[in-house]
């Protein structure tokens, strides 16, 4: 993708980055709007105080509403991997989709060509990319049971897990805490934004399955002191 394929739609709501700090993460999300006119307005309103660097359209057009090196405002409240100010730490991403709808092929190419760029420019690592819901757990489900991460995962860009570890369902709490999670949000909504990422057909009480996810994940991307505090 080169600037070219980008339209510059310049939002007002964004700052300097706090402390130093660099990106680390890229956080997916989904507008929930009825239309990119709409979700483009909105992010790009001073009276809604919310933004994001890029917003994705069905048909593939990205729109960049806030240059990579600014704080966009995008992710809120929330933790991960024991990291809080995430907009100081992350590029935001939106994606024009009600939430209950599958993401469009256009709409992911586009992604799959828009990511490695920003990962190569702030060596961001396939692990650094997130969903809102995994630092937000209690307060958003984005981007939601219908975002194809496997995709992503195949190409290099995300992280997916392979089911070769067993645990204990006493564990859950210490190996979502070791992947990133917040477990003052509870189990429940950990567990949610667990499945909503990784396994996405499970419902119901932990499961062993669940476990496997997590011991694997624990296991190959453990947390670890940040690097970029200053
Ligand atoms: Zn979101």
């Not at 993460?25 to 933004?51: G, K, N, Q």
């Not at 989709?97 to 961001?124: C, H, K, V």
Request: one cysteine or more; proline letters at 7%; aromatic letters at 8%.
């Amino acid at each position: 993708m080169t600037a070219s394929d980008v339209i510059a739609h310049p939002s007002p709501n964004f700052g300097p980055r706090r402390d130093g700090l660099l990106p680390s993460l890229i956080v997916i999300h989904y507008t929930a709007m009825a239309d990119a006119p709409s979700a483009l307005a909105r992010l790009c309103s001073e009276e809604f105080e919310v933004s994001a660097h890029y917003l994705i359209c069905k048909k593939g057009q990205v729109y960049q509403m806030v240059e990579e090196s600014a704080r966009a405002w995008h992710a809120g409240a929330g933790m991960w991997r024991g990291m809080a100010d995430i907009n100081s730490r992350s590029i935001g991403i939106e994606l024009d989709n009600d939430g209950q709808t599958p993401f469009s092929e256009p709409q992911m190419t586009a992604l799959e060509t828009l990511l490695p760029g920003i990962m190569t420019r702030w060596n961001i690592a396939p692990e650094g990319l997130i969903g809102h819901s995994d630092m937000a757990p209690t307060r958003k489900a984005d981007p939601g049971r219908k975002f194809d991460w496997a995709r992503l995962a195949l190409q290099g860009l995300a992280i997916w897990p392979e089911g070769t570890k067993t645990a204990d369902q006493t564990e859950f709490a210490t190996l979502a805490t070791r992947f990133g999670y917040d477990m003052t949000q509870g189990e429940g909504a950990v567990l949610d934004a667990l499945r909503q990422r990784f396994a996405p057909w499970r419902d119901g009480p932990v499961q062993d399955a669940d476990m496997a996810t997590l011991a694997d994940l624990a296991a190959r991307f453990p947390v670890e002191p940040p690097q970029n505090i200053t």
